[in-house]
């Protein structure tokens, strides 16, 4: 095993972002010591200076303070500053991507950091986030990404969330950021787009479009929506459903949009036993 130590601060941006995208990030500062990034490979490191690249291979381990990253290969491009020192540009990690921390674990099979854009951005099969603090589990089929500028999160393709008995799917999920208490960065609201399905022990709500809000487990759906619980079924255009007490309310449009139209319902009344 061979081991190396960089301090270079745009490395140590990588693990910011990566904190981030598991939802736990502090706002203000991140444990990540710029200078004490420990990377640690079976097969070596390489510098190519022509290619002005650096690429660790075989079982890569790269950590700083209690947040690690494993891949099978990972390289950071640089180029040349203007104060003549070398400005990494892109970090590509490839080949069975954990992404570990106290606040949780991300999988995949490729990354990226786009340095000066602040975009993290992962990809392959069996893309997965796992919170550790409340066990929840967002998963994709094409893309999670992180938009560190625009305190974003993004998981597209088949998306979904997970707690407990509770199920939010949608085409595209887009998770949004405001700092919160200890200087924290919480989720505020997730923002889900075509195909929207939410699921609870006793309803099934689907929609074009939806907004989850996160503290208030409160959602809302819009377009085509329709609210099954057992074999009774109701139709409209907006739907308000609590996630805590399982209460759904349809409506026949948005409050205060001016659209009339009629809300449809199917109830079918419990069937008696014989004797």
């Excluded at 790269?62 to 950071?76: K, N, Y």
């Excluded at 893309?143 to 407990?164: F, V």
């Amino acid at each position: 095993m061979i081991r190396h130590a960089y301090s270079v601060a745009a490395v140590a941006a990588l693990f910011s972002i990566l904190m981030l995208a598991l939802v736990e990030r502090p706002a203000a500062q991140t444990n990540v010591d710029s200078s004490a990034l420990e990377i640690d490979a079976e097969e070596g490191i390489e510098w190519r200076q022509d290619e002005k690249v650096y690429i660790a291979r075989g079982n890569v381990r790269a950590a700083s303070g209690d947040l690690e990253v494993f891949a099978e290969e990972m390289s950071a491009y640089y180029k040349d500053s203007a104060d003549g020192d070398a400005e990494i540009f892109l970090i590509d990690v490839v080949g069975n991507v954990r992404i570990e921390s106290p606040s949780g674990t991300v999988f995949g099979q490729h990354g990226q950091y786009l340095v000066e854009e602040s975009r993290f951005e992962l990809r392959g099969s069996n893309l997965k986030l796992v919170n550790a603090e409340n066990g929840s589990t967002v998963t994709a089929k094409d893309s999670l990404e992180y938009l560190e500028k625009k305190n974003q999160a993004i998981a597209s393709g088949d998306a979904r969330i997970n707690q407990d008995d509770k199920q939010v799917e949608a085409d595209r999920l887009v998770a949004f950021f405001e700092p919160g208490s200890g200087d924290k960065l919480d989720v505020v609201r997730v923002e889900a787009a075509g195909n929207v399905r939410i699921k609870t022990p006793n309803e099934f709500v689907v929609g074009d479009e939806g907004v989850y809000y996160v503290k208030e487990e409160r959602a809302t759906l819009s377009g085509d929506v329709k609210i099954t619980r057992g074999e009774n079924q109701l139709n409209g255009q907006y739907a308000e459903v609590n996630l805590t007490n399982g209460v759904s309310k349809l409506l026949a449009a948005p409050p205060g949009s001016g659209t009339k139209t009629r809300v449809q319902g199917l109830i079918l009344p419990k069937s008696k036993s014989t004797e």
